[in-house]
């Protein structure tokens, strides 16, 4: 089977999402507060819409080779190759106890199926196809393309579920789940779902590490013991049964907690930040040969993680956004000169404050991260503002919280995970709304709405419900298949296992050439604010 590219390596110029890095070169941007050694982050460059797509050859290719695409195809397979602990150890597998058959005879056209056709176990060698679209040319719209001519290029990666063989005796093995960063819609979901497979398994020893990271080396925070009864309901509320925290200690001292606990497996939900994090622990338990296997289960209410369709919570923040967009359409539309102005989350990709925008309808004017604007002058979003006033009587603005920080006096302050602390663009905005609409003597009634902490707390929807009890029962079957350094997710609509690496070399981010965003802007009608 080849195995190649993921669908962010090198392509046509796309600012939406940047290319992998190249091999052994990773780049850790946001280390939730654990004190390791980091390269230098990726920083996004700013776009506008009107950027030019170019097919844009990789360097580290050679593409006068006949044989290019089979040697990057090899490369690919091996960056892809999912950490195992037979790595590190001489294990034998035994035969698992989970076990999916099906009650008495199941007959198919009149015939039995095959033994082997009813377990429902994924073989180790089965992969799921990441790219689906062939481009015919780097112009074709959303092309995504390796070589100029962009040739087609198989993309594969493992594909996630029960194995027939595990690594771990279930009634030996401890579980630790720890949540990082901060809330999200579903963290209960996936812990409870987590808690209900290692049970299946037949695992009795399940503890939950309260308040992220921190619950490692707090002597104040003992571990909490979960099973099915403790967590049967916690799906029904929002936040997390363990409380979530930022920063931490060292690795060093994580993993010497892990040891002295007994930790066989560990579980752990977050972002970018928690997932560089885990990596460097199942790094540094490979180092001293610990036989544990670290497994992350991708947590973002930002939709920012690589190679992911979407990530857990995402679909409830936008669903949630939509009762903040409306109360802001209901007041600009109620008012004389009424304008709404509604900040949504998205510290550097603007996939809520898009999606949200595309599904209210009520939007005039999207403003994300990743395309640069202007307010003021003849094509600034004030201008338009002043269009929409004198030809709607009312306007609705949604932006990102990362939109147009180049518009805000820069600091240098981060938070405790390492983020740079944003200034607010939601006030900045409303502010200078109002002077500008006062210095053309123009009423103007502004209503700000920014329902960040009011959409993070809410409970999952039932989309996410249902990725969520994937995503738990998919981590928990791979750490029984005995990966460590590896993420599940859904690509491409399949459940897939990743390499930590591979997903952590900078934020997911939207491509103001794609597709997407293109809708976005026919929806609202908004021009390009440069």
């Known amino acids: 089977m080849a195995l190649v590219s993921s669908p962010n390596v090198t392509r046509t110029i796309n600012p939406g999402q940047p290319n992998l890095h190249p091999k052994g070169k990773t780049s850790l941007f946001s280390l939730n507060g654990l004190k390791f050694s980091k390269s230098q982050r990726n920083t996004k460059p700013r776009f506008s819409t009107s950027v030019i797509r170019a097919a844009v050859a ?137 808690v209900f497979t290692l049970e299946i398994y037949g695992v009795q020893n399940i503890v939950g590490i309260p308040f992220g990271y921190r619950g490692f080396f707090d002597n104040g925070l003992p571990e909490i013991p979960l099973s099915r009864e403790v967590v049967q309901n916690i799906n029904l509320a929002g936040g997390s049964l363990l409380g979530v925290s930022r920063g931490g200690a060292s690795v060093s001292d994580i993993v010497d907690s892990i040891q002295a606990r007994g930790i066989d497996m560990l579980f752990i939900l977050g972002g970018n930040g928690t997932h560089a994090g885990a990596n460097a622990i199942h790094n540094e338990c490979h180092k001293r040969k610990l ?49 709404g102005l509604v900040k949504l989350m998205g510290r550097s990709s603007g996939f809520i404050a898009m999606h949200a925008s595309l599904s209210s309808g009520q939007i005039d004017i999207c403003l994300i991260p990743e395309v640069r604007f202007s307010l003021e002058g003849p094509y600034g979003v004030l201008r338009h503002l002043e269009h929409l006033i004198q030809t709607k009587g009312s306007a609705v603005v949604c932006v990102a919280e990362g939109a147009g920080q180049d518009l805000l006096e820069k600091s240098n302050a981060t938070d405790a995970s390492g983020n740079a602390i944003l200034g607010d663009i939601g006030v900045h905005i409303q502010q200078q709304i109002k002077r500008h609409f006062k210095g053309i003597d123009v009423p103007a009634d502004v209503k700000y709405i920014d329902p960040t902490y009011m959409i993070r707390a809410c409970r999952a929807n039932a989309s996410d419900a249902i990725l969520c009890t994937v995503l738990g029962q998919n981590a928990v079957h791979g750490a029984f298949a005995g990966y460590s350094g590896i993420t599940v997710g859904i690509c491409n609509t399949h459940y897939v296992y990743l390499p930590i690496p591979e997903v952590i070399t900078s934020p997911r981010f939207v491509d103001p050439n794609s597709r997407m965003w293109h809708r976005c802007l026919t929806s609202t009608g908004q021009p390009d604010f440069l």
């Open 58 to 194: 990789n360097p580290d290719i050679d593409f006068s080779d006949p044989n290019w695409i089979h040697r990057y195809q090899e490369d690919f397979g091996r960056r892809f190759n999912l950490p195992h602990l037979r790595d590190v150890f001489d294990i034998k597998p035994i035969p698992t106890p989970f076990n999916l058959k099906n009650r008495g005879p199941q007959v198919v056209d009149g015939a039995s199926m095959p033994e082997e056709r009813k377990n429902g176990y994924v073989n180790e060698d089965d992969r799921a196809l990441l790219k689906v679209i062939k481009y015919s040319s780097p112009t074709s719209a959303g092309a995504e393309c390796i070589d100029p001519n962009c040739s087609w290029v198989e993309q594969w990666v493992h594909r996630a579920g029960p194995r027939k063989q595990i690594y771990f005796q279930p009634e030996n093995v401890k579980a630790g789940i720890v949540t990082c960063g901060g809330l999200c819609p579903g963290l209960n979901d996936v812990i409870r779902q987590i």
């Open 291 to 339: 036989k544990v296997s670290v497994v992350c289960v991708p947590k973002t209410i930002d939709n920012d993680i690589l190679l992911m369709d979407k990530t857990f919570g995402f679909d409830t923040a936008v669903e949630e956004a939509q009762r903040a967009i409306n109360s802001a359409y209901i007041e600009a539309r109620s008012a004389y000169h009424g304008i």
